[in-house]
């Protein structure tokens, strides 16, 4: 029962970093209808900012400075690259962000250089003891889903109460009436691919917390594409619960997959993919995704 609990939290940490790398594909997703294959160069940009910028700041002033500038990082690949390409093919965009991902890659790796670089641990402490229960619990997992519930949290406010939230709902829902209505769709698509930066940054800190960032952390951010499908394309709260259904599962994979060495021993890999599959076979939209009629 020890080993089942500390596999579940210890999914709940990794679902926690893919459930934020499925928010920001979802939100540049449903402002823009493209889906961005850019995220996993801002998740190792934030990642590696976090190592310069740790040590002078500490880790969690350093997280934010990093998502702050991931998120103006963003900001700028939209307004260069993604905006001129408003009204072609969401394939010809989906392609633009693939080598934006690429050539920011190929910039942040020069800063990684040869040496091994840290991001150090949220509060100083490699495992947290939780009284009674005998199961240690890794500090980056807990770090990681609380950090989460927090942005979520600040999220659902943000979408829900603010003028710029509402534009943005409104704007996903149907642009042109959201235009007719003063909504700058421009503002909304900028806002998207901030927002999705930062988030991503985040995400790369806590992949990478207690161990060393490479240039191999990027791979991370594939993951998060079943978790997307899996949720539904255009679901938020898909997003969350397919990330921490993905990291769940994944876990307990790995610790009992020792128990079947038949099925080989990294089936824990390939998961998230039986399970997006399996879920498609019932529900092709997703889990909360929309189901969308066409009439002919």
């Known amino acids: 029962m020890t080993e089942f609990l500390e596999s579940v939290l210890r999914g709940l940490g990794t679902g926690s970093v893919y459930a934020l790398l499925a928010l920001g594909f979802v939100i540049i997703y449903k ?6 294959f850019a995220q996993p160069a801002f998740m190792l940009a934030g990642a590696v900012l976090v190592t310069y910028l740790v040590g002078p700041v500490g880790f969690w002033l350093a997280v934010l400075i990093a998502a702050l500038l991931t998120a103006g990082l ?14 072609r093919p969401a394939f010809v965009v989906a392609i633009i962000t693939l080598g934006v991902d690429v050539a920011v890659r ?5 800063f990684i250089g040869l ?3 840290h991001v150090g641990d949220p509060w100083g402490l490699r495992t947290v003891a939780i009284p009674g229960t005998g199961i240690d619990l890794q500090q980056r997992h807990l770090g990681a889903f609380l950090t989460t519930a927090v ?8 979408f829900r109460f603010t003028r710029m ?16 209505q003063g909504v700058s769709v421009g503002a909304v698509f900028a806002l998207a691919w901030g927002l999705a930066g930062g988030l991503a940054a985040v995400a790369g800190t806590f992949a990478a917390a207690g161990a060393s960032v490479d240039a191999g952390l990027w791979l991370i ?3 998060a594409l079943p978790v997307i499908i899996l949720g539904g394309l255009d679901s938020l709260p898909g997003a969350v619960v397919g990330g921490l259904a993905v990291g769940t599962i994944q876990e307990l994979a790995a610790s009992y997959q020792q128990h079947a060495p038949w099925l080989g ?3 824990s890999v390939i998961t998230p993919y039986v399970l997006m599959l399996l879920v498609l076979l019932v529900r092709p939209y997703g889990l909360f995704g929309t189901r969308e009629v066409e009439r002919v």
Do not use: H
């Not at 942005?151 to 943000?158: D, G």
């Open 31 to 36: 402002a823009t209808r493209v889906i961005s």
């Open 265 to 267: 021993g990294n089936v």
């Open 74 to 87: 963003a900001l700028g690949v939209e307004r260069v690259a993604v905006r001129p390409m408003v009204g």
């Open 165 to 180: 939230g509402l534009a943005m709902r409104a704007a996903a829902y149907d642009q042109e009436a959201a235009l007719a």
């Open 151 to 158: 942005l979520i949290a600040a999220l659902f406010a943000f």
């Open 115 to 117: 040496d091994v670089r």
């Open 106 to 110: 190929v910039v942040v790796n020069g």
């Open 221 to 223: 951010a594939l993951t």
